[in-house]
């Protein structure tokens, strides 16, 4: 048995993040194993587009200050819980500081059956 839309609009209803975090790592089970340091990093405000198909889409562009490095994993967080923490599409790869933007993601139970 799998969520109909109308229950994948409700339960990702309430899942509205507010800020996303970018990782050098797996974020693991709590989103604080691997957070990006220095460089000017913090977390960014991030803002999720209503419910739609299953997801709720990334409708802004969260623009991050890092050091050099590799940042393949991502987290989206409701104050200080992390609700989701994945792979990016690619890793952001800098050979220098600089900045990273995130310009896609979402959050999607369409691969999820109940």
């Not at 562009?61 to 050099?68: G, K, R, T």
């Not at 991502?74 to 990273?100: F, H, M, R, T």
Request: with cysteine; net charge negative; hydrophobic share 40%.
């Amino acid at each position: 048995m799998a969520l109909t839309e109308a229950g994948k609009a409700l339960a990702l209803g309430p899942l509205s993040a507010t800020t996303m975090s970018l990782h050098t790592g797996d974020a693991g089970d709590t989103g604080a194993e691997n957070e990006a340091t220095g460089g000017g990093y913090a977390r960014k405000a991030c803002t999720l587009a209503a419910a739609s198909a299953g997801a709720r889409a990334l409708i802004n562009d969260p623009l991050f200050d890092v050091p050099a490095g590799t940042f393949p994993n991502y987290g989206l967080w409701i104050d200080d819980v992390c609700i989701e923490a994945g792979l990016l599409g690619s890793p952001k790869v800098l050979n220098e500081a600089g900045q990273v933007i995130i310009t896609d993601g979402d959050i999607n139970l369409n691969s999820i059956d109940t």
